[in-house]
């Protein structure tokens, strides 16, 4: 699916959409002349007992003449609301995959399983080299 409107001012309408689809581990595609972002819908995650529906989100933006990348994941409201953001810093350290509360990542060539639990209140450690910041509620 590839969705064709300024990026930022979409999110939460594009989040909507991957959200009703419902589709775990489809990649959703959304360009415009500025930025690119692809998407993939990971399902849903319990935190603090209310279900959030998991986004990993790859997004580039043209800055003058290079791109700049972010990775993040989003957990969201069925509205399309975000309620939180892990933080990673590159692509390939995002989650590949969401099964009961535990992310599978990929790690040097191999398949990592880590349950999502907050380190202290702001920090996700899925147990590889690095802790990856949580901001939100």
């Not at 959200?19 to 500025?34: F, L, R």
């Not at 191999?110 to 690095?130: F, M, R, T």
């Amino acid at each position: 699916m590839v969705f064709n409107k300024c990026i930022g001012q979409t999110k939460t309408s594009a989040f909507k959409k991957i959200i009703i689809a419902g589709v775990k581990n489809k990649t959703y595609i959304q360009t415009s002349p500025i930025d690119t972002a692809r998407r993939i819908y990971l399902g849903v995650l319990t935190v603090d007992s209310a279900s959030l529906n998991v986004i990993s989100e790859f997004k580039k933006s043209k800055a003058a003449s290079t791109w700049h990348g972010h990775s993040n994941v989003y957990l969201v409201e069925g509205s399309g609301k975000i309620t939180y953001r892990i933080i990673f810093s590159f692509p390939d350290e995002s989650p590949l995959r969401l099964n009961k509360n535990t992310f599978t990542f990929k790690h040097n060539g191999k398949l990592i399983s880590a349950p999502y639990k907050l380190v202290g209140q702001h920090l996700y450690c899925p147990a590889l080299e690095s802790c990856y910041e949580v901001v939100g509620k």
